[in-house]
């Protein structure tokens, strides 16, 4: 059975740091890019972060210099660091992982809430 379970989102100050982190089960986690969106009140699901698995990453403009994505192959997550949050990085993040055959997986989402 798949997995994906994702923590780290809470309530911070603008200018502050969060990590959310999403713990994966029941894949091959090699075949898998893994990636966050996020998705604020009233607006479409977006793409925050990328990363392939060989390791290559991309970013929305809207987070580059401000956010890292990685993955731990030895304990199957995915993080997304993100630095200097604004009150329009508001929303609902999501983890999403996609292999080559396009199987797809979403967790169910961490709030992100950054206060001004």
């Known amino acids: 059975q798949v997995q994906l379970v994702e923590s780290g989102g809470g309530l911070v100050q603008a200018g502050g740091s969060l990590r959310l982190s999403c713990a994966t089960s029941g894949i091959n986690f090699s075949t898998y890019t893994m990636a966050w969106y996020r998705q604020a009140p009233g607006k479409q699901r977006e793409l925050v972060a990328s990363?392939?698995?060989?390791?290559?990453?991309a970013y929305a403009a809207s987070v580059q210099g401000r956010s890292t994505i990685s993955r731990d192959s030895a304990m199957k997550t995915v993080y997304l660091q993100m630095n200097s949050l604004k009150p329009e990085d508001t929303s609902v993040y999501y983890c999403?992982?996609?292999?080559?055959?396009?199987?797809?997986?979403w967790g169910q989402g961490t709030q992100v809430t950054v206060s001004s």
């Open positions: 990363v392939t698995s060989g390791g290559r990453t």
């Open positions: 999403n992982i996609k292999n080559v055959w396009d199987v797809e997986y």
